[in-house]
């Protein structure tokens, strides 16, 4: 089946507001900046985002950010971000912070077709037990803070242990970008891009790859197929301009050495 669709805009028309999305990358790293402008020019709101991190305040999600039409993000570092902070700190945006390697493994979850999982990260924190503020009203008061999650004792190798319940995400769709990729779906990612960008893909009932380099089916060496086409449904090739457009999150340089320095 070829799963080609000419343009971004083509590819996330059908995403209504409202929608929930889980989104690839890491830092500026991967991310799907094409489908994240798509949606920002189709004027797509009331989002909640699933993603790793919420891009820069002029970049990846923040784009979506500055403009408005984010309501929810689940994430597990926003640090980058200062519109992010000023959202969440006056009450227009709900944030759900969670630790990075259970946020992976909720979506991972969700694709495989896991409801929940226990495990041992935020046992005896708010993290299990509650409290977290999500939403704050203008005046800085909590409106909304997270639930107590069930924690359960296990038997393991190590003696009993506590293991806190976390549920899996699913999303309406999910944007992914990917290195290779063929017309069946099958995504190659590379280095970095790889961490997040195939869970997301998976947690996604619709999942959109934008894709640098298309190929054709059988071109892609099966043993170097990090995610099946079976969790892609659409695929955007992407321009020599738009796959070169990529930012650096932080640069940081040291100064020239003087020749005396050198010697």
């Known amino acids: 089946m070829d799963k080609v669709i000419s343009s971004a805009a083509d590819a996330i028309s059908d995403v209504p507001d409202g929608a929930r999305l889980t989104v690839g990358g890491f830092g500026l790293c991967g991310?799907?900046?094409?489908l994240i402008q798509a949606l920002l020019d189709a004027g797509t709101r009331d989002l909640e985002v699933v993603s790793n991190n919420a891009g820069v305040d002029d970049w990846g999600l923040g784009l979506l950010l500055s403009a408005g039409r984010l309501r929810r993000v689940v994430a597990s570092y926003v640090g980058e971000n200062k519109e992010f902070a000023r959202q969440f700190l006056s009450?227009?945006?709900?944030?759900?912070?969670?630790p990075q390697g259970t946020l992976a493994e909720r979506m991972r979850a969700g694709g495989s077709g896991i409801a929940a999982f226990y495990t041992r990260t935020g046992?005896?924190?708010?993290?299990?037990?509650?409290?977290?503020?999500w939403r704050y009203d203008a005046?800085?008061?909590?409106?909304?803070?997270?639930?107590?999650?069930?924690?359960?004792?296990?038997?393991?190798?190590?003696?009993?242990?506590?293991?806190?319940?976390?549920?899996?995400?699913?999303?309406?769709?999910g944007l992914v970008r990917a290195w290779k990729g063929d017309r069946h779906g099958n995504l190659v990612f590379k280095d970095a891009a790889r961490n997040f960008n195939p869970l997301a893909a998976m947690a996604g009932r619709v999942t959109v790859a934008e894709v640098e380099h298309l190929v054709e089916p059988g071109e892609i060496d099966p043993n170097h197929v990090h995610l099946p086409g079976v969790y892609v449904?659409?695929?955007?090739?992407?321009?020599?301009?738009?796959a070169q457009d990529k930012r650096i999150e932080k640069r940081t340089v040291r100064p020239t050495p003087t020749e005396n320095e050198v010697r």
């Open 91 to 98: 009450g227009e945006l709900e944030v759900e912070l969670t």
């Open 233 to 242: 449904h659409r695929v955007v090739p992407l321009t020599p301009e738009q």
């Open 139 to 173: 005046s800085g008061a909590v409106v909304r803070q997270s639930p107590e999650k069930p924690v359960m004792t296990f038997d393991t190798a190590d003696g009993e242990r506590d293991y806190v319940l976390e549920e899996a995400i699913v999303s309406d769709f």
């Open 123 to 133: 046992v005896g924190t708010q993290v299990a037990e509650g409290g977290l503020p």
């Open 31 to 34: 991310i799907p900046s094409t």
